[in-house]
């Protein structure tokens, strides 16, 4: 079965500190992993994915992402906060087979000037 | 980048009356369009897969009957919730799968917010 926990339900830094948000998952085979984000009434956006290639996972806007399959985990980094950042992160997590996106609950970021 | 749209964006009705929604692909084609829903504080879960001219694969558990979907064409997918209850208030989110793009890419519309009285 697959699923995806995202850790915490928010988080708030300062802005220009670094951002973490954590996603943990599970799946029986090396699945696809994603990254979106979704600010107030726009649609989500894909920050980055990870598909088997480098484990270290550059996306949009500063962001990057490490696969680390030891401990099935896909956390979201980026150095600097920017104000423009705060949204509601999405962890999604793609099993190699089917079409089916496994999201995680969300995090939502606030980003203190 | 492609743009998927949905329309209303939010949308108040009475018990028992229907209620479509839709969602355009702006700028490709998706032969495939998936519809999504959203209860607050919680995941999106997947309710069916809208394939363009075939019938809708639907997700353990969503009544097909009460959510008819309708993928007539490359760029529109419909979700008509049916007598709907407060108990169908929710977030809607659909996107679509670029023909022409890997099966990994799926965009995303805004949403539709469905509350019932």
């Known amino acids: 079965a697959q699923s995806v926990t995202q850790l915490d339900s928010h988080v708030s830094v300062s802005e220009g500190t670094p951002v973490l948000l954590r996603c943990n998952y599970s799946s029986s085979y090396s699945p696809s992993l994603f990254w979106y984000v979704q600010h107030p009434n726009k649609g989500l956006q894909l920050l980055l994915k990870y598909t088997s290639a480098a484990t270290l996972v550059k996306g949009i806007n500063g962001f990057e992402a490490e696969f680390k399959k030891s401990e099935t985990s896909f956390h979201l980094t980026k150095p600097s906060a920017h104000m423009s950042d705060a949204a509601e992160y999405f962890c999604?997590?793609?099993?190699?087979?089917?079409?089916?996106?496994?999201f995680g609950t969300g995090t939502s970021l606030t980003v203190i000037p | 980048g492609a743009v998927v749209s949905q329309h209303p964006s939010w949308v108040i009705c009475k018990s028992g009356t229907s209620v479509k929604i839709e969602c355009r692909s702006l700028d490709f084609q998706a032969t495939t369009m998936f519809w999504y829903r959203q209860f607050p504080k919680q995941s999106l879960m997947l309710m069916a897969t809208?394939?363009?001219?075939?019938?809708?694969?639907?997700e353990q558990g969503v009544e097909k009957d009460k959510f008819l979907i309708n993928h007539a064409s490359l760029t529109l997918s419909t979700l008509t919730v049916t007598s709907a209850h407060p108990e169908d208030s929710s977030f809607y989110i659909c996107?679509?799968?670029?023909?022409?793009?890997?099966?990994?890419?799926?965009?995303f519309g805004p949403g539709t917010r469905l509350l019932v009285l």
């Open positions: 809208s394939n363009e001219g075939s019938k809708a694969t639907y």
């Open positions: 999604v997590v793609r099993p190699i087979t089917g079409n089916q996106f496994y």
């Open positions: 996107s679509a799968r670029d023909r022409l793009a890997g099966e990994e890419t799926q965009y």
